[in-house]
C-alpha cells in the first residue's frame, strides 16, 4: 500500500474535457491523490486540461467525509501520487483508503 499520511490532497476534474491520463480507471471523472502539495501545485498550474475540484483531509474525520464521497460518486480507488503524465503512482482501493483513516483514530485522538 502507498505509504499515507496527512495531509491528503485530492483532486478532480471538474469538467473533463477528455479521458484524464491521470484516470485510475476507465472513469471519465476520476480522483488522484496527493502526499505532497508540490505534486498538487504541478498538476493545477501544468496540466491545463480543466478546472480541478481539490480537497484537502488534514484528520480523520475530512478524510471519512472525502471517502464517502467518492464511494457516493461511484470510484472504487484513486491513485496515488501519479506524475503529471499519468505514469507511475499507486491505484489505491477506497477499502484500503478507509483502513488508513481507521488507523488514525488512536494515532491522533479524533
Do not use: Y
Not at 25 to 50: K, P, R
Not at 55 to 67: G, P, T, V
Amino acid at each position: 500500500m502507498a505509504e499515507l499520511r496527512l495531509p491528503l490532497w485530492f483532486a478532480t476534474e471538474r469538467k473533463p474535457r477528455h479521458v484524464v491520463a491521470l484516470s485510475p480507471c476507465d472513469d471519465q471523472i476520476a480522483t488522484v491523490v496527493f502526499t505532497h502539495s508540490d505534486a498538487l501545485s504541478e498538476l493545477i498550474f501544468g496540466a491545463g486540461a480543466a478546472l480541478w475540484r481539490i480537497e484537502l483531509a488534514a484528520d480523520h474525520k475530512e478524510l471519512l467525509a472525502i471517502i464517502a464521497d467518492l464511494h457516493d460518486r461511484g470510484l472504487a480507488s484513486v491513485r496515488v501520487n501519479p506524475e503529471l503524465d499519468g505514469t507511475g503512482g499507486e491505484d489505491l482501493p477506497l477499502r484500503a483508503l478507509l483502513t488508513f483513516a481507521d488507523s488514525l483514530v488512536g494515532a491522533h485522538g479524533t
